[in-house]
């Protein structure tokens, strides 16, 4: 019987915004934690201070990369996040770390777009009550909740998925496959998606699928799959 490698993903939905404070949609607008996310942030770090990490992968919008060096701030290995810069000029040229023993003390840290959260179109930067009392509580409900249906100008839960959960096949699950522990720090939308990838649920079962903020979120994974922990 051979052995196979067993391999750990984390995945953490970022803590409170400033805009999450104060009941304004935020989608991609690239708003940063507030004080209550830092102190989410720094207690989901807690929990999973103790399980190694290889490889961490962020979105592109500020609260989640927060969260992510937040919670690698209790880390017990000592080992430093490094963000890499891919095609991006110097900020990847001059970023080389010539130190092979520093180098083993650092975690490359990856961003994706495609982890970002759900778009939310013309509702970004409006208050979510005002919007109910625009449109009515069942349809923002709909936007917020459904699978299928978008905001004006803005992504469905489909759509996310869409672009979420290829990158996750693609980019993340050969990490895993290879026995790496992989820490993901994104949205509630964008990791709903790869949740129902992961946990093979349906449509119907996704919209009632609520992830808490910076509270880890564990899956082993070996030849056999995966399972939640």
């Known amino acids: 019987m051979t052995h196979k490698h067993v391999a750990k993903l984390i995945m953490m939905r970022h803590g409170q915004s400033e805009w999450n404070r104060m009941n304004v949609f935020t989608g991609w607008v690239d708003i940063p934690l507030s004080m209550k996310g830092i102190e989410e942030s720094l207690a ?18 500020i609260r989640a990369q927060m969260t992510a060096m937040l919670a690698m701030a209790e880390h017990k290995s000592g080992k430093v996040p490094y963000v890499l810069h891919p095609h991006q000029g110097k900020l990847e040229n001059w970023a080389h770390i010539y130190s092979p023993e520093m180098l083993e003390k650092c975690v490359p840290v990856i961003t994706a777009w495609q982890l970002n959260e759900r778009m939310y179109g013309q509702l970004q930067g409006m208050n979510k009550d005002e919007m109910r009392e625009k449109f009515g509580k069942e349809q923002v409900h709909r936007w917020r909740r ?7 100008e803005g992504e469905s839960l489909a759509m996310t998925s869409e672009r979420a959960i290829p990158y996750f096949k693609e980019q993340i699950l050969p990490l895993l496959q290879q026995g790496k522990n ?31 903020t910076g509270d880890p979120l564990l899956y082993t994974f070996s030849g056999d799959g995966w399972k939640k922990e």
């Open 146 to 152: 459904s699978f299928d249906e978008a905001p004006p």
């Open 182 to 212: 992989i820490f993901i720090s994104a949205h509630g939308n964008s990791l709903r998606a790869i949740v129902m990838y992961l946990d093979n649920l349906t449509k119907d079962e996704v919209v009632h699928l609520e992830i808490a």
């Open 44 to 61: 989901g770090g807690k929990k999973i201070a103790h399980i190694p990490i290889d490889v961490i992968f962020v979105s592109s919008l």
